[in-house]
């Protein structure tokens, strides 16, 4: 059984707005600077066009939390009236390869260190009592593979979307395991398929990309502990990350 919180979903809206506010402000910022090469006839993508690989860094903000699924023993429980994700804000810090595949295609390789927070609430029935809450901070190393398709070129920008997977390993898993007695635990590996959109601007230099992209994993990353009641009332966790990128590639 699956709780869905309208509160929840309006918190995960309101990162998603503000992400995307910074989006457009570093789209219209670049756009102004590709229309001063416009004017002057300049096409920089044909440079990039010509090269078969190329490589670059890449920052980003992200906003993660997890999936949660009740089991059938959280209707019986009477320690717990509501279970719930939290997200948490985080950064990445990565390297791009990109090897390009045709005149539209890219096949995108992007190993990333990412810091990463979510946390898992348990209400109590009264309210006199407080929440538990599980706070999972991760340092997170990621393997995503893309497949990137891109539109046409228009002078100096160009729109793209990507999709693929992603394997990634939480290198913090064993500090936080000790210190996680009589807590819920989660399991340090996490695979996950993402997709996402955005746009190339090509510079004489460099492609600046902004990008946003949505995670979605497709396994439970619950360990399961049959003698603590915070795991029995659940039957999957799943995570699910938000990120906004920025891409400098040349």
Do not use: C
Request: zero cysteines; a positive charge; glycine letters at 6%.
């Amino acid at each position: 059984m699956r709780t869905t919180y309208p509160w929840n979903l309006l918190y995960l809206y309101r990162s998603k707005i503000k992400a995307i506010g910074i989006l457009a402000i570093a789209v219209f910022m670049s756009a102004q600077s590709v229309q001063a090469q416009y004017q002057q006839g300049n096409f920089n993508f044909l440079d990039f066009q010509a090269k078969q690989y190329y490589f670059g860094i890449t920052l980003g903000y992200n906003q993660g939390n997890y999936r949660i699924f009740h089991s059938n023993n959280f209707i019986r429980n009477d320690s717990f009236a509501r279970v719930e994700s939290v997200g948490g804000p985080g950064f990445n810090l990565g390297i791009v390869s990109n090897l390009r595949l045709g005149d539209y295609f890219d096949l995108r390789f992007l190993p990333t260190l990412s810091f990463a927070e979510r946390n898992i609430r348990y209400t109590p029935p009264s309210e006199a009592l407080r929440p538990l809450n599980r706070r999972i901070e991760s340092v997170l190393v990621e393997m995503p593979f893309h497949v990137r398709y891109k539109s046409a070129p228009y002078h100096d920008f160009r729109l793209f979307v990507i999709g693929g997977v992603k394997y990634s390993f939480d290198v913090a898993s064993d500090s936080r395991s000790r210190q996680a007695a009589g807590l819920v635990r989660i399991s340090p590996t996490d695979f996950q398929f993402e997709y996402g959109t955005g746009i190339q601007f090509f510079f004489p230099y460099f492609i600046f990309s902004p990008e946003i992209k949505i995670s979605q994993g497709i396994n439970n990353v619950l360990i399961f502990n049959n003698n603590l009641k915070q795991s029995t009332v659940l039957e999957q966790v799943m995570s699910r990350t938000f990120t906004l990128s920025f891409h400098f590639e040349g």
